[in-house]
């Protein structure tokens, strides 16, 4: 393998070709990394894809005094897939959060709003049942307290990769209580 500073080297030169060499080099690692983390192939590929093309864009603010090229991958491959679990689209994806954020929205119709409360309850006890402690208070935090990942990092002193893992643990384990009895 060639040494990933002269391949960088001659990507900046205009070399473009050459990219392909990290690529080819780094992709299962990253891959594995980002596939960790989502458990689900297709869209590890999607971000992986996101992800090489940021590096790609961004090779010229690679600096080798600061740090190791696998290094800044690995960052932006870290960053770039924690903003995509924070996002919209993950959560939409994720199910849970379109049935709780469902349930919640407020309701002009009495029963329409105490069938809500039921539901909201229902998740709740499932919840107690099924979570530890600290998935449980994260559950809330994030789900019935709106607060960003970040804020409950900040809130826990919790770091926000276990948030996000405690996160998606606990819905694969909702869904699957749901599923066994619904």
Known sequence: MENDNLV???VLKGKKDYFSILMEKYHNEIFKYVYNILGNYQT????????FLKVYKNLNKFDSN???????????????TMN??????YKNKNGLSIYIEETIESSSDIEEDIIKDEKINQIKKV?????????KEIM??????????????????IPEKTIYKAIKTSIDK????????G
């Open 66 to 80: 600061k740090a190791a090229f696998r290094t800044w991958l690995y960052r932006i491959s870290s960053n770039h």
């Open 8 to 10: 960088i080297e001659n």
């Open 44 to 51: 590890t590929e999607d971000l992986l894809q996101e992800i």
């Open 127 to 135: 919840m107690d049942k099924l979570l530890k402690p600290k998935h």
């Open 174 to 181: 909702i869904k699957k209580e749901v599923a066994l009895n």
């Open 140 to 157: 809330y935090l994030h789900y019935f307290s709106g607060l960003s990942v970040k804020e409950i990092g900040e809130t826990t002193q």
């Open 84 to 89: 995509y679990l924070n996002s919209k689209e």
